[in-house]
């Protein structure tokens, strides 16, 4: 008899922020470390974990999480840029 298969996914990998750079460049758009560590400090780019404190402090995102918020940011397709105008509510002349 064989063992049942397990249903649950494997968790999300945790990534460094280099790692997590070449991550969403890979697969959404091109973005740096050094960014990724911009919208940490402000406070409005993707949810992390922080192992240790101080300068030996790590930041580690998980790859799920990575693919939510770039997808997010991206915003729905477009055929135009009149279309994206007309969808913002500004009409130009």
């Known amino acids: 008899m064989t063992p049942p298969q397990s249903t649950a996914t494997a968790p999300a ?16 758009f091109k973005i740096t470390p050094k960014t990724f560590a911009n919208l940490a400090v402000k406070g409005n780019g993707p949810a992390f974990h922080k192992t240790g404190a101080g300068r ?7 790859s799920a ?11 729905a397709e477009i ?4 279309a994206n105008r007309a969808a913002e509510g500004r009409h130009h002349a």
Do not use: F, N, P, Q
């Open 79 to 82: 055929a135009s840029t009149s």
């Open 13 to 28: 990998r945790k990534l460094s922020r280099r790692e997590a750079a070449d991550y969403v460049t890979a697969r959404h």
């Open 56 to 62: 030996t402090a790590r930041v580690m995102y998980d």
């Open 65 to 75: 999480t990575l693919d939510a918020w770039a997808v997010a940011k991206l915003g």
